[in-house]
């Protein structure tokens, strides 16, 4: 994915246009129906092969397409353009070349094409990563890191206020050729005005489609902002505003499966924007009211991939689930001793998992036996810092991180002691808090970050004898920083079978030790 170079776009905090440029190939963007509940009739749709849903074809270079270059001196804001909602999942494919194993979508006439399996029989391998990006200032800890959905490149979030955007390393493409990884530098910098509360990718991210690449953010008394993937530059705002007309910030986004709107969470409150009309309109849906319901600020939103249904977590140590098309409750749960700061479902749509501040279990949920928590697992979090977790795409494999930084890996398929999963591998990356994990959704790579705020020591004094010296009382002298993006290759050979085989098989060993530590 072809970008322009990695100058930061600085932002003015009291300029935030809220319209669209016009899609870059002048064409109409194919819309969706707002209407939530039209996901099963979009895969219906796609099923009887309905011209009018079907994305465009999967292209065959890793780049933008002629004639979809990005112009942004060219680029008018109008009030009647909107961001597309296209029907596009498609995988990303490699630059000027064609790339072998990379998960592919088959053409009807496709054999032998390869689907890579993640395998963690082993400590991960060691690639490449991303650290003096981070040590030009004090305590730039990462904020977590997130795979865009066609695996094209990853988003990063740091305590400067800054996206970053990378590219997969081009050694990946050199097949066969042992090459030693140079250091990661971003493609892009997006600058938020204060701290960043939330970011995520478009659902339907393609970089094949210009128009469907760009990332939300929202930022502490700051609109919500669209930045576009491909150029840095600002495409839209939403706003929200409380019961004094003042301006509020999202604590958490998340745009829904189909792309037609996007989910904010507040105190007490979901606001769901249409992402065809940028600006202040939206829906407010209440999630407490008359002393009843989920109580505190809502922070982190998922939806079932197979139900029309989401769940929200919130910091008052809730979970709460609700129905898509009126934001109906359907269960209230709780089991977490803080506040809930990270939820996923996995694939089958039956099961989600939650994850909480200075709490030290990961609880499974399924929808079937909402009473109580199907199982727990064990993991490190003594702060208030989001702590990430993430599951493969055939979700057989559980990925968390702690603040100790060391990274787990469970095997939910496998029922070990009290029906919870084996725990399979745990491996320490960095001495320092791994706060994010991130699976690609093609390739076997795992991609963390690290870090976290630091707080000086009381300064020891020393011992009788010695000389005097005019020490601090406060010391930074024995805190250990590790700041930095790093990826892993969690696979061995491809496996060349059916393209479901990974959801019923493990992946085969084959990766060699990082030099990391086991734990």
């Known amino acids: 994915m072809r970008r322009s170079n990695g100058k930061a776009s600085p932002m003015d905090k009291n300029t935030d246009p809220e319209l669209m440029p016009p899609t870059l190939d002048g064409d109409d963007p194919l819309g969706v129906s707002p209407d939530p509940m039209a996901v099963s009739a979009v895969s219906q749709e796609l099923e009887e092969g309905d011209p009018a849903s079907l994305s465009i074809p999967l292209e065959t270079r890793f780049g933008i397409p002629s004639g979809l270059s990005p112009r942004v001196e060219e680029q008018e804001l109008s009030e009647n353009v909107s961001l597309p909602a296209e029907?596009?999942?498609?995988?990303?494919?490699?630059?000027?070349?064609?790339?072998?194993?990379?998960?592919?979508?088959?053409?009807?006439?496709?054999?032998?094409?390869?689907?890579?399996?993640?395998?963690?029989?082993?400590?991960?391998?060691?690639?490449?990563?991303?650290?003096?990006?981070?040590?030009?200032?004090?305590?730039?800890?990462?904020?977590?890191?997130?795979?865009?959905?066609?695996?094209?490149?990853?988003?990063?979030?740091?305590?400067?206020?800054?996206?970053?955007?990378?590219?997969?390393?081009?050694?990946?493409?050199?097949?066969?050729?042992?090459?030693?990884?140079?250091?990661?530098?971003?493609?892009?910098?997006?600058?938020?005005?204060?701290?960043?509360?939330?970011?995520?990718?478009?659902?339907?991210?393609?970089?094949?489609?210009?128009?469907?690449?760009?990332?939300?953010s929202s930022s502490r008394e700051n609109p919500i902002h669209i930045w576009d993937a491909f150029t840095g530059e600002l495409r839209a705002s939403f706003r929200s505003y409380n019961h004094l007309d003042e301006l509020t910030a999202a604590h958490s986004l998340c745009f829904s499966p189909d792309g037609s709107q996007l989910f904010c969470g507040f105190n007490r409150t979901v606001r769901i924007f249409s992402t065809s009309r940028p600006g202040r309109d939206c829906e407010v849906r209440a999630t407490f009211a008359k002393k009843q319901g989920q109580s505190g600020i809502i922070s982190c939103i998922a939806f079932s991939p197979t139900q029309p249904l989401y769940a929200c977590g919130s910091y008052g140590r809730s979970l709460g689930l609700y129905t898509w098309d009126d934001g109906s409750p359907l269960a209230l749960l709780g089991g977490h001793q803080g506040g809930i700061t990270h939820l996923c479902f996995h694939p089958d749509g039956n099961r989600f998992f939650s994850g909480a501040r200075k709490d030290a279990e990961l609880l499974c949920w399924d929808l079937r036996q909402p009473g109580r928590p199907l199982w727990s697992l064990s993991r490190e979090v003594t702060t208030n810092q989001r702590i990430y977790f993430d599951l493969d795409p055939s979700?057989?494999?559980?990925?968390?991180?702690?603040?100790?930084?060391?990274?787990?890996?469970?095997?939910?398929?496998?029922?070990?002691?009290?029906?919870?999963?084996?725990?399979?591998?745990?491996?320490?990356?960095?001495?320092?808090c791994t706060n994010g994990v991130s699976l690609h959704p093609s390739l076997p790579l795992l991609a963390t970050g690290s870090g976290q705020r630091v707080f000086p020591e009381p300064t020891e004094s020393g011992d009788e004898g010695e000389e005097e010296v005019d020490l601090p009382l406060l010391s930074m002298r024995h805190v250990h920083l590790e700041c930095q993006l790093q990826l892993w290759w969690c696979g061995g050979g491809p496996d060349t079978s059916v393209p479901d085989a990974h959801q019923d098989e493990k992946g085969q060993g084959g990766t060699e030790g990082g030099g990391r530590e086991f734990i």
């Open 87 to 216: 029907e596009t999942n498609r995988p990303e494919l490699g630059p000027g070349e064609d790339v072998e194993g990379v998960s592919e979508e088959p053409a009807p006439e496709d054999e032998g094409y390869t689907v890579w399996n993640y395998s963690f029989s082993q400590v991960p391998r060691f690639l490449s990563g991303s650290w003096s990006e981070f040590s030009t200032q004090p305590e730039n800890f990462l904020k977590g890191c997130k795979w865009a959905p066609d695996g094209s490149c990853i988003l990063t979030n740091s305590a400067d206020n800054i996206l970053r955007i990378y590219n997969l390393p081009p050694e990946l493409y050199n097949e066969g050729e042992q090459l030693e990884y140079a250091e990661m530098a971003p493609v892009l910098r997006m600058v938020e005005g204060d701290t960043i509360y939330d970011y995520c990718w478009y659902s339907l991210m393609s970089s094949t489609q210009p128009d469907t690449s760009y990332v939300a």
């Open 395 to 432: 979700g057989q494999f559980l990925v968390s991180g702690s603040t100790s930084g060391a990274v787990s890996v469970w095997d939910t398929g496998g029922a070990g002691h009290e029906g919870k999963p084996e725990p399979v591998l745990s491996f320490l990356p960095q001495k320092d």
